[in-house]
């Protein structure tokens, strides 16, 4: 019987074989650019921007993906891709507080105009936590105008981030 691990290049290295660096890293931009013809898209995207200072200096990725490197396989399902999944990651890596983080985003309730989200840092804990508006992601393109600026209401506000008024 053989037994192995074996340890897969991330998908961006993977495809940059093939097409070069940033072509590859276009191709995992398209999967956030999907999700945001959805509107809980639009909020992951505007909801990136809270969880670290500046959205620009880190590479956002879509759940999926890390799964995909992480486990070998993902669901197509959201509620595997949040904390438990960073919790295993942080494990493995011990990443410093800041180096990684996770923006889930819960389904909308049958009887609510909004949506619940939460914002983990693999060190830390829990960075923030709140509502969003489905109307006001509804009403924007799947782009985020001008800047990320993007209405919620925080419930949870980690130790090193103040609550923003909705």
């Known amino acids: 019987m053989w037994a192995w691990k074996m ?15 940033e072509t590859a890293d276009y191709f995992l931009e398209k999967a956030l650019a999907f999700r945001s013809m959805h509107s809980h898209g639009r909020a992951l ?13 880190y590479y956002l990725r879509d759940g999926e993906i890390v799964a995909g490197v ?14 438990q999944l960073l919790e295993a990651v942080q494990e493995q890596c011990g990443f410093q507080p800041g ?3 996770i923006v889930a985003i819960e389904g909308q309730p049958a009887n609510k105009r909004s949506q619940h ?3 983990h840092d693999a060190a830390a804990g829990l960075v923030e936590e709140g509502w969003v508006d489905v ?12 800047s990320f600026d993007f209405p ?11 609550p923003v008024a909705a």
């Open 7 to 21: 340890i897969i290049p991330i998908t961006v290295e993977q495809l940059a074989k093939l097409y070069g660096w």
């Open 45 to 57: 995207n505007a909801l990136a921007a809270r969880a670290v200072e500046n959205v620009d200096d």
């Open 70 to 83: 992480v486990a070998g396989w993902n669901f197509g399902d959201g509620h595997f891709h949040n904390q």
């Open 99 to 101: 180096e990684l983080r």
């Open 117 to 119: 989200y939460r914002i």
């Open 135 to 146: 109307a006001e992601m509804v009403k924007r393109g799947p782009w985020l105008e001008e």
């Open 152 to 162: 919620v209401h925080v419930t949870h506000a980690g130790d090193d981030r103040q």
